[in-house]
């Protein structure tokens, strides 16, 4: 089994985002690593907090993402390319569009071990943990995540609202 290094990882990570094609090199890292799902697990902390910044400048963000069972994050953009990788458990992640001023359920995909999937700046997903298990992943931006301005979507009307933690907290739901 090849060791995961995330000091490593990271530093690829920011190599990528700083090239001509940022989005096709940070997509064609995370799909290398993620082929082995059980080094990475392995080589990663554990965190106490379920999101955890591991690097951020004006180029990439790369975070530590947990999703507990019971809580269902709220449909979200993320104005900026986004590639996630999962380690260990799995989450559900929901896909919208707007249409007629609603927003429309399209697919989910359960993303487990070793499987990456990634949106576009406008793509709109909501995630929570799949089969009551907690689940871990690696998060990759191409932008200052928290520091950008982005929305959360009414999951009845599909209105943008800022997302702040005051409108995050309001919308988040109780996992079904
Ligand atoms: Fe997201």
């Given at each position: 089994m090849p060791d995961f290094v995330l000091d490593v990882f990271?530093?690829?990570?920011?190599?990528?985002?700083?090239?001509?094609?940022?989005?096709?090199?940070?997509?064609?890292?995370?799909?290398?690593?993620f082929r082995d799902p059980e080094a990475i697990r392995a080589g990663m902390p554990d965190y106490e907090n379920d999101d955890e910044i591991l690097f951020e400048d004006d180029s990439v963000s790369i975070w530590f993402v947990r999703f507990v069972p019971g809580l269902h994050v709220p449909p979200h953009d993320h104005?900026?390319?986004?590639?996630?990788?999962?380690?260990?458990?799995?989450?559900?992640?929901?896909?919208?569009?707007?249409?007629?001023?609603?927003?429309?359920?399209?697919?989910?995909?359960?993303?487990?071990?070793?499987?990456?999937?990634?949106?576009k700046p406008d793509g709109i997903h909501?995630?929570?943990?799949?089969?009551?298990?907690?689940?871990?992943?690696?998060?990759?931006?191409?932008a200052p995540l928290s520091r950008i301005e982005r929305s959360l979507f009414d999951w009845e009307s599909g209105a943008a609202r800022p997302?702040?933690?005051?409108?995050?907290?309001?919308?988040?739901?109780?996992s079904s």
């Open positions: 990271v530093q690829q990570l920011r190599t990528a985002a700083l090239t001509d094609e940022p989005v096709k090199n940070v997509r064609e890292l995370m799909a290398e690593a104005q900026t390319s986004a590639t996630i990788g999962v380690y260990e458990g799995a989450e559900d992640n929901h896909f919208y569009l707007r249409e007629s001023g609603r927003l429309v359920h399209k697919s989910t995909r359960r993303v487990g071990p070793g499987d990456m999937i990634a949106l909501s995630v929570e943990a799949a089969a009551g298990e907690s689940s871990c992943g690696i998060h990759v931006y191409l997302y702040t933690d005051e409108n995050y907290n309001a919308m988040k739901r109780v």
